[in-house]
């Protein structure tokens, strides 16, 4: 059992790149998301899903973009990637259940660490 | 979203107990408490999490206040492994928010 796995580890992209962050599990985890953190920050909610096929935006969703097509994998695209958006990137996933949702932990990855120049 | 308000910092020593506090005086009643940690370098660890009651794990303690306005998470026995960032989040929804948390240092 990996639990929450996540490539590349590092990545360095020059401004207007676009890239795919990959994040797997294999706990079939409904819920799977996506969170950044700048340095010395807490952890900023970016898109997540409840489902193969369900998708909605967290608290900074612009500028990245994601699809759910199996439960294992949930991938962050940057289309056009700017130096603002050199942060750890992480993801993370828990069980879902509707009404209990609060119920269940999350598990994170290692994260990415993006730089863009 | 509840909100959550937790010192910025704390500091204890190796092997004694550490309380750290919560407040959180908006907590809905569908709220879960949940407590996370983050070691440097590394993403977020469950810690652990309850609703009303009192929770133990082997990891840490839970106290929750009677009215649910505030929730202690208790180290028992710090150790240097123990230094890291604390979250305390309300979670009643499928997304969780992270706050700034308390950062704990561990002096030998």
């Known amino acids: 059992n990996a639990g929450v796995t996540q490539t590349p580890k590092f990545q360095v992209l020059k401004t207007g790149q676009s890239m795919t962050l990959q994040c797997a599990q294999d706990?079939?985890?409904?819920?799977m998301s996506w969170y950044r953190q700048d340095p010395g920050m807490g952890l900023r909610l970016i898109h997540y899903s409840v489902g193969a096929g369900i998708t909605d935006q967290g608290e900074v969703p612009n500028g990245y973009n994601v699809s759910r097509s199996t439960t294992e994998d949930f991938p962050l695209r940057l289309l056009s990637a700017a130096p603002s958006q050199t942060s750890v990137y992480f993801c993370a996933s828990s069980y879902s259940s509707a009404g209990l949702a609060g119920y269940y932990e999350q598990y994170f990855g290692p994260g990415t660490r993006l730089t863009v120049t | 979203d509840a909100k959550t308000t937790q010192p910025n910092s704390m500091e204890s020593n190796e092997e004694e107990p550490v309380h750290l506090p919560c407040n959180h005086s908006?907590?809905?009643?569908?709220?879960?408490i949940h407590w996370y940690r983050q070691l440097p370098s590394q993403g977020p660890e469950y810690v652990i999490h309850?609703?009303?009651s009192n929770v133990n794990n082997r990891m840490a303690s839970l106290a929750i206040a009677e009215d649910r306005k505030s929730s202690t998470l208790i180290l028992h026995r710090a150790t240097l492994r123990d230094a890291a960032v604390y979250y305390c989040i309300l979670r009643d929804s499928n997304d969780m928010r992270f706050g700034a948390g308390t950062r704990l240092t561990v002096k030998p």
């Open positions: 706990m079939n985890h409904e819920y």
């Open positions: 309850g609703l009303t």
């Open positions: 908006t907590i809905s009643g569908t709220d879960y």
